[in-house]
């Protein structure tokens, strides 16, 4: 019967697991592997043979048994605004890189991309219930606010002494849509830093001064005198935080681009499928991944959260009510135009961009920007991947060009020796890359 069937390995509960030793994690792990010595000998072999390195990365996170490689990359001679950087990439898909790199290489001969801050303001909310009059705490907010300010001079003062702190306090009122439902929405200037630990830290202490506040409103009834603070927290998302960042050229400078067209032509059909992924959220989903391929990639080489720039990237392409591509395109006068308008949240000091040694050699390597210089080199990457991923959809099409960066990854898969590798390399030069045409040349060399 069901219930006499012997407990399988992965049905046990690990009870207690946080507490364990690195190794005994590991071990207790392994057991849900069919092979529990091979997998713990594969961890083990990506562990750094220095003892202080490695406990520094096992802080990272929790329940680290093992560190997980990624490639890393860079893309030369990337001109942004008349200055040439070597800009970092980590990533693992194939072709991104030489994509970024190919694009960098065209534009920096026809001036070379264009950046601009729109603005670096970033958004905490207090999100609080209360049950009395609307009035009473619109009459009340400017106390209100001194107390806020007050309450967090210690927590704001080296900020403000680099030029950021609070920049606004601004009431919300939700009541229509959920019954006594207030919050405070909250700007700021961090400066080189993300900022997330210094908003969390303000709008908690906010939180407090705001239930204290109205504890003592002898004037209030009982309950008045009562806030639930429901959570303070920074938003992601910061439509004011943005970064806009350009090529353009005459249209007779894309010619050559698409032997089938000029560049004129070449442009209009450029913009033609730009367009289609402002009014398609199908092919808006895609045309933004790419555009993320060469931000991720700069985030994650310097220690920043990709994870917070995509969210803030995909909630402003749904602004206006449908989601839409972050890029446009203009042609006037025959000059041709490209643009991303992006929100990039980002650090160059605090966090992992201090602790990760990489992420350190990667600003490094940038010449130690300020917040504002790196979110302009990782949306230029942005730019380059998306230019690059456009031109080729419209012109050979993409799986040409990837598939055969793709390739060196099908023969480790099929287990293929060096020679094997360059005669597949000689092999599939001119031909449509798969793995299925990959697997049957590779069959056909060893038979």
Same mark, same amino acid.
């Given at each position: 019967m069901e219930e006499n069937k012997p407990l399988r390995k992965r049905d046990k509960i690990i009870r207690g697991f946080s507490k364990l030793l690195k190794e005994e994690k590991l071990k207790a792990v392994a057991e849900y592997i069919e092979n529990p010595g091979e997998f713990i000998a594969l961890l083990k072999s990506f562990w750094y043979q220095d003892f202080e390195k490695q406990k520094q990365f096992d802080e990272f996170s929790e329940n680290t048994i093992s560190n997980y490689h990624v490639p890393y990359g860079v893309s030369p001679n990337v001109v942004i605004n008349g200055k040439s950087y070597v800009v970092p990439m980590v990533i693992e898909e194939s072709s991104v890189v030489a994509a970024a790199s190919a694009a960098a290489k065209f534009w920096g001969d026809r001036g070379g991309f264009h950046a601009e801050i729109v603005d670096v303001k970033k958004v905490g909310q207090v999100h609080f219930c209360w049950k009395g009059e609307k009035q009473t705490?619109?009459?009340?907010?400017?106390?209100?606010?001194? &107390?806020? =300010?007050?309450? @967090? !001079?210690? #927590?704001?003062?080296?900020?403000?002494?680099?030029?950021?702190?609070?920049?606004?306090? &601004?009431? =919300?009122?939700? @009541? !229509?849509? #959920?019954?006594?439902?207030?919050?405070?929405?909250?700007?700021?200037?961090?400066?080189?830093?993300?900022?997330?630990?210094?908003?969390?830290?303000?709008?908690?202490?906010?939180?407090?001064?705001l239930q204290d506040f109205f504890s003592k409103q002898d004037n209030l009834d009982e309950e008045s005198r009562i806030v639930e603070i429901v959570m303070c927290i920074l938003s992601n998302y910061t439509p004011e935080c943005r970064v806009k960042v350009w090529v353009e050229c005459p249209t007779s400078e894309l010619n050559g681009i698409d032997e089938r067209l000029d560049g004129k032509a070449f442009a209009e059909k450029f913009k033609k499928a730009v367009d289609i992924a402002i009014i398609d959220p199908y092919r808006a989903a895609t045309h933004n991944k790419g555009i993320y391929n060469g931000i991720d990639a700069v985030v994650i080489a310097t220690g920043n959260d990709f994870r917070a720039t995509e969210a803030a990237g995909h909630s402003y392409a749904a602004r206006n009510g449908h989601y839409a591509s972050l890029s446009y395109v203009e042609i006037k006068d025959d000059i041709f135009r490209f643009t991303l308008d992006v929100p990039l949240a980002l650090g160059?000091?605090?966090?992992?961009?201090?602790?990760?040694?990489?992420?350190?050699?990667?600003?490094?390597?940038?010449?130690?920007?300020?917040?504002?210089?790196?979110?302009?080199?990782?949306?230029?990457?942005?730019?380059?991947?998306?230019?690059?991923?456009?031109k080729s959809l419209t012109t050979k099409g993409i799986q040409q060009g990837h598939m055969k960066m793709h390739l060196a990854n099908i023969?480790?898969?099929?287990?293929?020796?060096?020679?094997?590798?360059?005669?597949?390399e000689q092999y599939f030069k001119d031909k449509t890359v798969s793995y299925s045409e990959a697997e049957r040349f590779i069959s056909k060399i060893r038979s």
């Open positions: 705490l619109i009459n009340l907010l400017p106390e209100i606010k001194n &107390e806020f =300010i007050k309450n @967090t !001079d210690s #927590i704001t003062e080296k900020m403000k002494k680099r030029g950021g702190g609070i920049l606004d306090i &601004e009431l =919300i009122d939700f @009541t !229509d849509k #959920i019954p006594d439902y207030y919050q405070f929405l909250v700007t700021f200037n961090t400066c080189d830093s993300m900022g997330a630990n210094f908003i969390n830290s303000i709008l908690e202490s906010f939180g407090h001064t160059t000091v605090g966090g992992l961009t201090s602790l990760h040694p990489l992420a350190k050699k990667s600003l490094e390597l940038l010449g130690n920007p300020s917040a504002k210089e790196l979110m302009m080199i990782a949306a230029t990457m942005g730019l380059a991947n998306n230019y690059a991923a456009v023969m480790n898969q099929l287990g293929a020796t060096e020679e094997e590798k360059i005669k597949a």
